[in-house]
């Protein structure tokens, strides 16, 4: 099913929910639709008489909610390829797969700062070895990113028409070296006005794990 962008009454990205949760949210005037994917959704109604909505690609919530807290972004596989572009931080390839810069054989934690993406060849050939051992270099150290914005990239659900409501919350649209095609398949079709195609890894965790707490804080509430 498709999905669609969340945004806060001030435009803040919140979280993506399922296309027929958009809808719901827009019915009962909870939300209003910023951007449609170009189809229509026809339902039958009472006596026969129904309705014609466009699909809905980006909704606004009508009234500002409030947002517990939020922790980082959670350091997922698809978050790792999101941040680093899909490529190899050793040779710039397709990655394929995450590594850990300093192995954890050798005491390097699983933490943004110390997990990369890499190619398959990179991670073979490194192995449990440094890079100083090897005489590698990285473009750019490793680190965690910040911004609403990358709940939603780290969602694995991406969407051309979202990107230029992600501008301003984290991520710098043009200097994402994106691929069209991701290492695992994902892809966003199409030309984008903003800059490079975005794409996120999958990951073996469920689609919107890393954005659930934030579904269910803020839009779950709204259907009362």
């Known amino acids: 099913m498709p999905h669609t962008l969340v945004l806060n009454a001030s435009y803040e990205p919140l979280c993506v929910v399922p296309q027929r949760r958009a809808v719901v949210l827009v019915l009962n005037h909870k939300a209003v639709t910023l951007e449609g994917t170009g189809a229509s959704l026809h339902a039958a109604g009472a006596r026969g008489v129904g309705w014609d909505l466009p699909a809905p690609s980006v909704v606004k919530l009508t009234r500002y ?7 980082g972004v959670p350091l997922t596989r698809r978050a790792i390829f999101a941040r680093d572009g899909g490529r190899c931080v050793y040779c710039d390839a397709p990655a ?9 054989s050798r005491g390097g934690q699983h933490a943004w ?3 990369v993406s890499s190619c398959r060849r990179c991670n073979h050939v490194k192995a ?14 490793p ?3 910040n911004g609403s914005a990358w709940r939603i990239l780290s969602s694995g659900r991406t969407d051309q028409r979202w990107l230029p409501y992600l501008r301003g919350y984290g991520v710098d649209l043009e200097l994402l ?4 095609q991701g290492p695992d398949g994902v892809c966003v079709p199409g030309t984008l006005s903003v800059g490079p195609s975005v794409v996120a890894g999958v990951a073996e965790v469920p689609v919107l794990a890393p954005v659930s707490a934030v579904a269910a804080a803020v839009v779950t509430p709204l259907a009362a």
């Open 65 to 71: 909610v409030r947002v517990p807290l939020r922790r």
């Open 128 to 141: 449990d070895r440094p890079l100083l051992e090897l005489g590698w270099r990285m473009k750019r150290p």
């Open 143 to 145: 680190v965690q990113p």
């Open 113 to 115: 700062e110390n997990v």
């Open 177 to 180: 070296p994106f691929e069209p």
């Open 96 to 104: 394929t797969s995450v590594d850990h810069v300093i192995p954890r």
